[in-house]
């Protein structure tokens, strides 16, 4: 089987080869039908995130050794399975959840896998989809994706279930607007799953006008230029009163999105981010007790989160995110396009 890896940090990724292995135990071969490509996989093959004021995260320093096969939003049909396996069988095509805890500490076992202080996530700390197969632990990361189309499901298992938790974080969701800040791939899975969930009314912040018109074409109620000098002014005449919304969720997680996010909240309202694009923001500490304000963030979902997401998405369809297929052996230029910001929706890969 072939399998893209990060081998040195910063530079492209690189095929190579090695004897399909097969299942033990628990474990579940997958034929990798569709691999999406996360933004995130940029910061993964960088080996680092950017905490602002010129520090970094290393993803080395936190558990990633290398080489690792990149790809964590993944669907397959089942090519084999361990003797200990029960509920899949050869043929089933399945989304894998890749967010794998240790599955023996307290989080793990109260569900928050996702919160595991020792993950084993699939396409990050362990070998993910950007391959001809990929193997997963155990069956119950395994979800059906009924006759929903392989490439167009894949993305749940990142983009999908990342906005989805957030989403359900916010108590207001069904009866005020949601402001949701970034409307890339994440942002337009975000505004489906938003509907999917029966929310009032999104206005989506982007500061590029492709992405805010993409939202548009999507059912935002309104679309907001986020680098307008009265992106807050703009957001707030939309809400009663003029007084503020009661839930921001931040995909793209930068200095100037905060800031939008952040002071667009009315007395009581949260703050959630969720994207990973860096940088830093000063709060005045006061008005947080004050005007009772939330700041949360949000990393990823839990299994049961993906669970229940998977029902929804079988029961009322999936949200509609433009999706580009490329071959897997595309993948270093779809990073590249992915890197300058061209990339409307989602690319996902497919065997080549
Ligand atoms: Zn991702
Ligand atoms: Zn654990």
């Not at 990142?158 to 207001?172: D, N, Q």
Request: glycine share 12%; charged share 20%.
């Amino acid at each position: 089987m072939r399998m893209f890896q990060v081998c040195v940090c910063g530079q492209p990724l690189q095929c190579n080869e090695r004897p399909t292995p097969q299942p033990t135990g628990t474990q579940v071969l997958l034929k990798v039908l569709a691999a999406g490509v996360c933004h995130s996989d940029l910061h993964l093959a960088d080996g680092y995130f950017d905490l602002g004021g010129g520090k970094r995260m290393s993803l080395q320093d936190r558990g990633m050794n290398l080489p690792v096969t990149l790809g964590h939003e993944n669907v397959g049909e089942v090519a084999a399975v361990g003797p200990e396996v029960k509920g899949v069988k050869v043929g089933d095509v399945l989304l894998a959840d890749p967010w794998i805890g240790c599955g023996t500490c307290a989080v793990c076992l109260r569900g928050d896998e996702n919160l595991c202080r020792a993950m084993r996530s699939l396409g990050v700390f362990s070998d993910g989809g950007y391959a001809d197969y990929m193997m997963v632990p155990h069956p119950r990361y395994l979800f059906g994706i009924g006759d929903l189309p392989p490439e167009r499901a894949a993305p749940l298992a990142c983009s999908g279930i990342t906005t989805f938790s957030a989403l359900k974080k916010v108590p207001t969701l069904k009866d005020e607007p949601t402001v949701i800040i970034g409307a890339g791939g994440l942002g337009l899975m975000c505004l489906g799953l938003h509907q999917k969930m029966g929310g009032h009314s999104a206005i989506v912040v982007d500061i590029d006008p492709a992405k805010r018109e993409a939202a548009k074409r999507a059912g935002a109620t309104a679309v907001i230029d986020g680098g307008a000098s009265d992106a807050v002014q703009q957001i707030m005449k939309l809400t009663k009163d003029s007084a503020g919304v009661w839930a921001a969720i931040d995909l793209v997680g930068s200095s100037a999105s905060a800031r939008v996010g952040f002071d667009s909240l009315i007395k009581g309202g949260k703050y959630i981010i969720v994207g990973l694009y860096g940088g830093d923001f000063t709060v005045s500490l006061p008005p947080i007790p004050m005007r009772a304000l939330t700041i949360q963030g949000s990393y990823l979902g839990s299994l049961p989160e993906m669970a229940e997401m998977m029902e929804l998405v079988r029961r009322k369809g999936l949200p509609d995110v433009p999706v580009t297929t490329r071959r897997l052996d595309e993948v270093n230029a779809a990073h590249a396009d992915l890197r300058a910001g061209k990339i409307v929706g989602r690319v996902v890969l497919t065997p080549a």
